[in-house]
Antibody, heavy 120, light 110 residues
Framework: QITLKESGPTLVKPTQTLTLTCTFS??????????VAWIRQPPGKALEWLAL???????RYSPSLKNRLTITKDTSKNQVVLTMTNMDPVDTATYYC????????????WGLGTLVTVSS | QSVLTQPPSVSAAPGQKVTISCSGS????????VSWYQQFPGTAPRLLIY???SRPSGIPDRFSGSKSGTSATLDITGLQTGDEADYYC???????????FGGGTRLTVL
Protein backbone atom coordinates (compact mmCIF):
# COMPACT_ATOMS: atom_id res chain seq x y z
CA GLN A 1 0.00 0.00 0.00
CA ILE A 2 1.40 3.34 -1.06
CA THR A 3 0.90 6.33 1.19
CA LEU A 4 2.33 9.83 1.40
CA LYS A 5 1.93 12.31 4.23
CA GLU A 6 2.91 15.95 4.39
CA SER A 7 4.08 17.56 7.59
CA GLY A 8 5.31 20.96 8.65
CA PRO A 9 4.18 24.22 10.20
CA THR A 10 0.61 25.36 9.74
CA LEU A 11 1.49 29.02 10.25
CA VAL A 12 4.54 30.94 9.10
CA LYS A 13 5.32 34.64 9.19
CA PRO A 14 6.07 36.71 6.10
CA THR A 15 9.73 36.54 5.04
CA GLN A 16 10.27 33.28 6.93
CA THR A 17 11.41 30.04 5.30
CA LEU A 18 8.93 27.18 5.04
CA THR A 19 10.15 23.61 5.40
CA LEU A 20 7.77 20.79 4.51
CA THR A 21 8.42 17.09 4.75
CA CYS A 22 6.78 14.36 2.72
CA THR A 23 7.05 10.97 4.38
CA PHE A 24 6.07 8.07 2.17
CA SER A 25 5.76 4.31 2.31
CA UNK A 26 5.05 1.51 -0.11
CA UNK A 27 7.66 2.54 -2.64
CA UNK A 28 11.31 3.55 -2.67
CA UNK A 29 13.04 6.59 -4.08
CA UNK A 30 15.95 4.34 -4.97
CA UNK A 31 13.85 2.63 -7.64
CA UNK A 32 14.54 3.69 -11.20
CA UNK A 33 11.77 5.84 -12.62
CA UNK A 34 10.36 6.94 -9.29
CA UNK A 35 9.88 10.58 -8.39
CA VAL A 36 8.10 12.74 -5.82
CA ALA A 37 6.67 16.16 -6.54
CA TRP A 38 5.24 19.03 -4.55
CA ILE A 39 2.05 20.71 -5.72
CA ARG A 40 0.10 23.44 -3.97
CA GLN A 41 -3.40 24.86 -4.10
CA PRO A 42 -4.36 28.26 -2.68
CA PRO A 43 -7.82 28.31 -1.14
CA GLY A 44 -10.44 28.23 -3.87
CA LYS A 45 -7.84 28.24 -6.63
CA ALA A 46 -6.17 25.83 -9.02
CA LEU A 47 -3.36 23.36 -8.54
CA GLU A 48 0.15 24.72 -9.01
CA TRP A 49 3.14 22.50 -9.78
CA LEU A 50 6.14 23.41 -7.61
CA ALA A 51 9.03 20.97 -7.72
CA LEU A 52 10.08 17.43 -8.53
CA UNK A 53 12.88 15.12 -7.46
CA UNK A 54 13.74 11.74 -8.93
CA UNK A 55 15.44 8.60 -7.67
CA UNK A 56 18.71 9.73 -9.28
CA UNK A 57 18.46 13.20 -7.69
CA UNK A 58 17.29 14.83 -10.93
CA UNK A 59 15.40 17.95 -9.89
CA ARG A 60 13.06 20.38 -11.60
CA TYR A 61 11.39 23.54 -10.36
CA SER A 62 8.57 25.81 -11.37
CA PRO A 63 10.21 28.62 -13.35
CA SER A 64 8.28 31.28 -11.45
CA LEU A 65 9.37 29.97 -8.05
CA LYS A 66 12.74 28.46 -8.90
CA ASN A 67 14.73 31.03 -6.93
CA ARG A 68 12.82 30.29 -3.74
CA LEU A 69 12.53 26.50 -3.81
CA THR A 70 14.81 23.64 -2.87
CA ILE A 71 13.80 19.99 -2.98
CA THR A 72 15.85 17.24 -1.41
CA LYS A 73 15.43 13.58 -0.54
CA ASP A 74 16.50 11.29 2.26
CA THR A 75 16.12 7.77 0.94
CA SER A 76 17.02 6.20 4.28
CA LYS A 77 14.03 7.90 5.88
CA ASN A 78 11.71 7.71 2.85
CA GLN A 79 11.31 11.46 2.93
CA VAL A 80 11.32 14.36 0.51
CA VAL A 81 11.79 17.87 1.86
CA LEU A 82 10.70 21.12 0.24
CA THR A 83 11.98 24.46 1.43
CA MET A 84 10.51 27.75 0.25
CA THR A 85 12.18 30.98 1.24
CA ASN A 86 10.78 34.46 1.75
CA MET A 87 7.21 33.37 2.38
CA ASP A 88 4.41 35.80 1.55
CA PRO A 89 0.68 35.76 2.29
CA VAL A 90 0.05 34.78 -1.35
CA ASP A 91 1.85 31.52 -0.57
CA THR A 92 -1.01 30.51 1.71
CA ALA A 93 -2.13 27.19 0.29
CA THR A 94 -2.62 23.50 0.82
CA TYR A 95 0.64 21.82 -0.07
CA TYR A 96 0.52 18.29 -1.48
CA CYS A 97 3.23 15.79 -2.22
CA UNK A 98 2.57 13.15 -4.84
CA UNK A 99 4.36 10.22 -6.41
CA UNK A 100 5.33 10.72 -10.01
CA UNK A 101 5.17 7.53 -11.97
CA UNK A 102 7.74 6.14 -14.35
CA UNK A 103 9.33 9.29 -15.81
CA UNK A 104 5.93 10.49 -16.97
CA UNK A 105 3.77 13.37 -15.77
CA UNK A 106 1.50 11.02 -13.86
CA UNK A 107 0.76 11.60 -10.19
CA UNK A 108 -0.79 8.35 -9.12
CA UNK A 109 -0.66 8.71 -5.36
CA TRP A 110 -1.18 11.88 -3.36
CA GLY A 111 -0.87 12.87 0.26
CA LEU A 112 -3.82 14.42 2.05
CA GLY A 113 -2.19 17.82 1.93
CA THR A 114 -1.24 20.29 4.61
CA LEU A 115 -2.59 23.82 4.86
CA VAL A 116 0.06 26.46 5.37
CA THR A 117 -1.05 29.97 6.28
CA VAL A 118 1.30 32.91 5.91
CA SER A 119 0.40 35.70 8.27
CA SER A 120 2.04 37.99 10.75
CA GLN B 1 -3.15 32.63 -15.48
CA SER B 2 -2.48 28.97 -16.28
CA VAL B 3 -0.51 27.75 -19.25
CA LEU B 4 -3.32 25.29 -19.93
CA THR B 5 -6.81 26.65 -20.58
CA GLN B 6 -9.87 24.90 -19.21
CA PRO B 7 -13.44 26.19 -19.06
CA PRO B 8 -14.16 27.39 -15.51
CA SER B 9 -17.37 25.43 -15.33
CA VAL B 10 -19.52 22.94 -17.17
CA SER B 11 -22.90 21.49 -16.32
CA ALA B 12 -25.26 18.82 -17.54
CA ALA B 13 -28.16 16.74 -16.31
CA PRO B 14 -27.83 13.29 -14.76
CA GLY B 15 -27.36 10.63 -17.39
CA GLN B 16 -26.05 13.09 -19.95
CA LYS B 17 -22.54 13.53 -21.29
CA VAL B 18 -20.14 16.38 -20.62
CA THR B 19 -16.87 17.33 -22.25
CA ILE B 20 -14.06 19.25 -20.55
CA SER B 21 -11.35 20.70 -22.73
CA CYS B 22 -7.73 21.47 -21.98
CA SER B 23 -5.97 23.70 -24.46
CA GLY B 24 -2.22 24.15 -24.51
CA SER B 25 0.63 24.50 -26.94
CA UNK B 26 3.19 22.43 -28.83
CA UNK B 27 5.56 22.52 -25.86
CA UNK B 28 3.09 20.82 -23.56
CA UNK B 29 -0.13 19.16 -24.78
CA UNK B 30 1.07 19.03 -28.36
CA UNK B 31 4.05 16.82 -27.60
CA UNK B 32 3.40 15.19 -24.24
CA UNK B 33 0.75 12.99 -22.73
CA VAL B 34 -1.95 14.55 -20.57
CA SER B 35 -3.26 13.42 -17.20
CA TRP B 36 -6.62 14.30 -15.71
CA TYR B 37 -7.43 14.59 -12.01
CA GLN B 38 -10.72 14.68 -10.12
CA GLN B 39 -10.92 16.64 -6.87
CA PHE B 40 -13.79 16.75 -4.42
CA PRO B 41 -13.96 19.69 -1.97
CA GLY B 42 -11.52 19.31 0.89
CA THR B 43 -9.80 16.26 -0.56
CA ALA B 44 -6.66 15.54 -2.53
CA PRO B 45 -6.83 15.14 -6.31
CA ARG B 46 -7.29 11.65 -7.72
CA LEU B 47 -5.78 10.41 -10.96
CA LEU B 48 -8.55 9.85 -13.49
CA ILE B 49 -6.81 9.54 -16.86
CA TYR B 50 -3.14 9.16 -17.73
CA UNK B 51 -1.22 9.05 -20.98
CA UNK B 52 -4.09 11.07 -22.47
CA UNK B 53 -6.32 8.00 -22.94
CA SER B 54 -5.73 5.42 -20.22
CA ARG B 55 -7.68 4.82 -17.04
CA PRO B 56 -6.13 3.58 -13.79
CA SER B 57 -7.74 0.50 -12.34
CA GLY B 58 -10.92 1.34 -10.49
CA ILE B 59 -11.88 4.29 -12.67
CA PRO B 60 -15.19 3.63 -14.44
CA ASP B 61 -15.22 3.55 -18.21
CA ARG B 62 -17.70 6.45 -18.11
CA PHE B 63 -14.54 8.56 -17.96
CA SER B 64 -12.49 8.75 -21.14
CA GLY B 65 -9.73 10.97 -22.46
CA SER B 66 -8.52 11.97 -25.87
CA LYS B 67 -6.04 14.33 -27.46
CA SER B 68 -5.74 16.08 -30.77
CA GLY B 69 -3.00 18.52 -31.59
CA THR B 70 -2.60 20.97 -28.74
CA SER B 71 -5.91 20.16 -27.07
CA ALA B 72 -7.00 17.35 -24.80
CA THR B 73 -10.49 16.37 -23.78
CA LEU B 74 -12.07 14.56 -20.86
CA ASP B 75 -15.47 13.04 -21.56
CA ILE B 76 -17.80 11.89 -18.82
CA THR B 77 -20.86 9.92 -19.88
CA GLY B 78 -23.83 8.75 -17.85
CA LEU B 79 -23.38 11.66 -15.46
CA GLN B 80 -24.10 11.03 -11.81
CA THR B 81 -24.52 13.53 -8.98
CA GLY B 82 -21.43 11.96 -7.43
CA ASP B 83 -19.37 13.25 -10.36
CA GLU B 84 -19.75 16.82 -9.15
CA ALA B 85 -16.17 17.88 -8.56
CA ASP B 86 -13.31 19.94 -9.93
CA TYR B 87 -11.34 18.48 -12.82
CA TYR B 88 -7.77 19.39 -13.72
CA CYS B 89 -5.56 18.53 -16.64
CA UNK B 90 -1.83 18.24 -16.13
CA UNK B 91 1.07 17.82 -18.51
CA UNK B 92 4.82 18.23 -18.80
CA UNK B 93 5.98 21.41 -20.50
CA UNK B 94 9.16 20.72 -22.41
CA UNK B 95 9.99 24.40 -22.91
CA UNK B 96 10.46 24.99 -19.19
CA UNK B 97 11.15 21.40 -18.08
CA UNK B 98 8.43 21.53 -15.48
CA UNK B 99 4.89 20.34 -15.04
CA UNK B 100 1.84 22.52 -15.50
CA PHE B 101 -1.81 22.24 -14.55
CA GLY B 102 -4.90 23.73 -16.09
CA GLY B 103 -7.01 26.24 -14.22
CA GLY B 104 -9.56 23.59 -13.34
CA THR B 105 -13.18 23.01 -14.34
CA ARG B 106 -16.04 22.71 -11.90
CA LEU B 107 -18.61 20.17 -12.98
CA THR B 108 -22.18 20.65 -11.85
CA VAL B 109 -24.69 17.87 -12.37
CA LEU B 110 -28.03 19.64 -12.52
Amino acid sequence: QITLKESGPTLVKPTQTLTLTCTFSGFSLTTSGTGVAWIRQPPGKALEWLALIYWNDWQRYSPSLKNRLTITKDTSKNQVVLTMTNMDPVDTATYYCARRYDYREIFDYWGLGTLVTVSS
Amino acid sequence: QSVLTQPPSVSAAPGQKVTISCSGSTSNVGNNHVSWYQQFPGTAPRLLIYDSYSRPSGIPDRFSGSKSGTSATLDITGLQTGDEADYYCGVWDSSVSAGVFGGGTRLTVL
